[in-house]
């Protein structure tokens, strides 16, 4: 279930050609990077996807209003420590400082610099902190800053999560790579954290959109931490063509379905990474429902499940306590019958026509006391399916969300 | 905010004239009293309300058929320990069962007995424990044994939870008795709990149906305490006309307003005790959202604020952390304008046009450390009006919860 692929390495933000990256020490956070600044050397295009909360960041709203222009991207700044969401009037002219101070500071147009802010939300962003830091960051750009940036954007996260990989398109190697924070306030419907894709592929602006959509669908999409959805999330990927493949990648040509394969994958390992450091987790569970009436009606099913509070203390206590999924199916809105349902952990079959099998408990338990395991669940009613990656909810989660502010 | 009104005092479901009751060790819990029968010596007319949950245990498909044959009721058994959820054909016969050995007990007909079932799903309810039971608590039914039901039916309650109210109607004193369980999986949409009403009132089986569902949705309609909604929920309400009040109550006629008030003081009495035991819970608070669009949006908001498992976390730390009240209205799908939201903990408005206004975090502080306070939110955008009670998320709830069935 863990979504690793041979070929995926150990890199990030800054493996593919022509990009590097520098950290600082802004002050926004004490005793650690807060501010990371990702460059291309020379102009890439841009897509991107934002939280679908009604109440968006300023950086999220000026991210929006910058890619809709579709010029050259040359950067991102990002901060931790500081989200700049309900922060008004002044959180949008905050926004827009740190870009023009970054461009300045890269010689480059303001409008070619897109911002993310992360933590807490309804804070004064500490702007003249971080107008003091960003002069001094150009300097340190280099292709070794990407592991220094991943640790920058951390909030909450134990670890850095960062990835890429190398493939062939058209007998030209190309390089994906990608960083991303997000370890609470992590539920779908849409990308829910900061997520950094970067790539040297050569792409139209149409087709690197409609690859990151998908890609996303099948990752940042599919995760649940405590189903609050964020003020900031935001996925942002970056192309500059360094690669140097010919003809541009676009839907349906040769190389498509490799570039957004190993897209896909890389999200995915990086969604994966996020649930696997969830605030508290001690166990990723992979929530698969199929033989619904359709897909949507999967998805809510394995939506109610991932998100249920007593579904994941359950997996605390390594409890086979699978009334509690039925209970969670039957106010997900989804149609069943409940006496078609089956319930496995992994292989081990618990429920069968909506009735307990003679499995033991003891035996059951051994499966949820896993560090990963896979919750099956077949409605019986048709060939919807759709999975989800949570994980179990514990008193650390609680201690954690309890101190985060004060 | 607690809705202690003078009249209600600490009776219970035995205070109406003609009601008594008994309980007993059947041995589903191990050394206390799991089982609780509740009897109206002469016959009485009964109205429920059943959770909306797909997924509904044998006794709540039993007692919606007896109710919708609207033949006089006699007793209600009820017993803890196991939800007889989720447990197919067997289930349903032992419910069955459970009704015909206490119509014998009692010599009445088995479709005059009501049965409720509370506790772990999926696991066979051990009924011959019960069906053992049963046939020693006609001997034992008293006017006193209202208390002993109210702890007999408690799951991880700390506390049984029961009230009665003395008032007149048309001069003729009349009572209302109420009890209680439930502190975990407490979710609204549909009373989330088993609640178990009596009046001696004379009232006509519609007038007893309307009355308790105005009272079911401004009481047990309106908690929370960790969005999982059950199995077994059920609230039912018996009158057997023993006060003599004449005419019958009917709605509008003289009489129904008082009635109703009270029934509805004695259901906010009990919801409220219900969030104040939850699981794991060390504080209640009212979240109301005013200025909404319209009552239904106003009630969207206030349910994704009082669920969010990060806002009922920064209860718990005494954390203003008000943003997470923010990035929950955004996703509720309630419609406003984040720059007209007010937010006050009691009387102290911490933000203001959706930006924080200059109260200290520390005064804020004070407030949420308090055992019970009020999470007011202003949309400003109409007279949509909503309440809801919630609690706080503790380490507690977790162990609890990781605990509950190995």
Redesign the interface.
Known sequence: MNPSQGEIFNGGVTTPKGFTAATAAAGIRSNRDDLALLVSESPAIAAGMFT?????AAPVRYCRDILSRAAPVRAIIVNSGN?N????AAGMRDTKRMAAETAAALDCNADAVLVCSTG?????LPINKISDAIPGMPARLSQAGGDAAARAIMTTDTREKHVAVTFPVNGVPVTIGGMVKGA??I?P?MATLLAFITTDAAITPTALQSALQQAVDASFNRVTV??????NDTVLFLANGQAGNTPQLVPEAPGWDMFTDKLTAVCRRLAYAVVADGEGATKVVEVTVRGAVDAADAAKAARAVAR???VK??W?????????V???????GAV?S??RIAIAYDDLTA?H????TDIP?ATL?KVIEKPAFRLTIDLGGGIGEYMMWSCD???E???I??????
Chains 1, 2 share one sequence.
């Open positions: 679908t909360n009604r109440i968006q989200a969401a309900c922060t008004g807490t939300i309804g804070v004064p609470g306030m539920e419907c405590d189903g609050d959805q964020s003020t249920s509070l007593l203390t359950s605390t206590g390594a409890d086979p306590n699978w009334g509690r039925m209970a969670a199916l039957g106010v997900s069943f409940e006496d429920v026509n909506g009735c307990a408990f338990r909810c514990t008193e989660y609680v201690r969300n309890a101190a985060y502010m004060t």
